[in-house]
């Protein structure tokens, strides 16, 4: 490209700017292409570096476990499914087992002040939850102290305890009221990194049990915190076929309705998923951009159409074959180009907007992620659309013969 002739460039960006409403147009088809590919990638892009930051937090020596299929995790939290309290005694009796955390959720109302929201009230055993939960995963007060087990004390999310979630800021040392009992809110978090988890409020798993009816003694996960020494997929694995002998036990009961997973495995199974919805947005909007390419190749057939007279002219003073060829290439590559650069630049705002707005009504932070690789591969894949789509046009105009193209408007 550097050996081409500087005045090939001048007659590509003279052409361009003279039909500059159709170059516009040819340019906007790739840029909603590229706009497509940047939002959506750089979306979930980020996404998936939040949750396996979120993995990474909970250190390699913890499992969870989780009631439903590993196929229907998602039955956790809405298909109302629990693990039993002769589960829990039964990973507890798992060798390399050190801690285990039984936690129970629920959607309440908690009323502070003169104010009333819904929160997500998450039961945790202090006894042992707390020595846990700080020293192995970076749970951490902003303001107060840990709440006593079996007290009517509370521990609330940092966005509970700003001022535009009750109207008023939340402090250590108030009181608030959860189905119909008083409690005392004791500490407040820093922040988790999870909306949903700055949004919860924490308190002892007994008193969940009183204030919720639900005193059976199951629980809607647990958390295992595996014994030094101990291979963690070893102790996974354990666990696992423990529970299984327990279901078959059951009358009437068969396949696996639990989900045993490690932080690696969690976070194998995140990148599978986004890893698939990334291909399926690099595909739907590589058709964008290729119809974008289409649009640039009517473009370019209409301008040598119309410039057949200008050809001829090139080509009578000794313009060659490859060099009409190289002007027509170079207008659809910037064209091509620009439509990238106008992608990148609107996708990328567009995704930082939703992610500003995402963060204050998610349930997760967002975050907008658009890596140097994707912009440089971005801006290359565009040019290259350009070139390509403009090849044919170019071909045709190289094979106009001097003396046609002259008589063309004759």
């Known amino acids: 490209m550097s050996n081409l002739p500087k005045e090939y460039f001048k007659i590509a960006i003279r052409n361009i700017r003279s039909r500059k409403l159709r170059s516009w147009l040819t340019v906007f088809g790739i840029v909603v292409g590229v706009f497509l590919v940047v939002t959506l990638i750089s979306l979930s892009g980020g996404v998936k570096n939040a949750i396996l930051k979120q993995l990474n937090a909970l250190g390699g020596d913890v499992i969870f476990v989780l009631p439903g299929a590993i196929d229907n995790p998602m039955m956790t939290f809405l298909g109302g499914q629990e693990l039993s309290e002769k589960d829990i005694r039964t990973i507890k009796k798992v060798e390399g087992v050190d801690i285990i955390l039984p936690m129970s959720y629920k959607s309440k109302i908690m009323r502070y002040k003169e104010e ?89 798993r007994k008193i969940f049990q009183q204030i919720t009816g639900e005193r059976e003694g199951g629980a809607q996960s647990i958390m295992v915190k595996v014994e030094e020494g101990f291979s963690v997929d070893k102790v996974a694995k354990d666990i696992e076929e423990e529970l299984e002998k327990v279901r078959k036990r059951k009358r009437g009961e068969g396949g696996s309705d639990f989900s045993v997973l490690t932080s690696e495995k969690m976070g194998g199974i995140v990148g599978q998923i986004m890893g698939l919805i990334e291909l399926v947005v690099v595909i739907l909007a590589g058709i964008a951009i290729l119809v974008g390419g289409i649009g640039i190749m009517n473009s370019m057939f209409t301008a040598v159409r119309e410039r057949t007279r200008e050809i001829g002219v090139l080509k009578a003073i000794g313009a060659k074959n490859s060099g009409v060829i190289s002007i027509i290439l170079i207008e659809s590559g910037i064209i091509g180009l620009a439509g990238g650069v106008g992608g990148i630049a609107l996708g990328f705002m567009v995704a930082k907007l939703i992610e500003i707005y995402g963060n204050t009504q998610a349930s997760f932070y967002l975050e907008a992620y658009l890596p140097i690789s994707l912009i440089v591969f971005t801006l290359a894949f565009s040019f290259l659309i350009g070139c390509f789509a403009g090849y044919i046009p170019a071909r045709q105009a190289a094979k106009l013969k001097p003396t046609e193209a002259l008589r063309a408007y004759d």
């Open 116 to 204: 009333q929201k819904s929160v997500f009230l998450t039961g945790i055993p202090w006894d042992e939850g707390i020595e846990v939960l700080s020293n192995f995963q970076g749970w951490s007060l902003a303001e107060g102290s840990w709440p006593r087990p079996g007290k009517r004390e509370l521990i609330i999310g940092s966005v509970v305890a700003k001022e535009d979630f009750f109207g008023k800021r939340v402090k250590a040392g108030d009181e608030a009221s959860i189905g119909g009992k008083t409690f005392k809110i004791v500490g407040i978090l820093n922040s988790l990194g999870s909306k949903s988890d700055d949004t919860a409020v924490y308190l002892d």
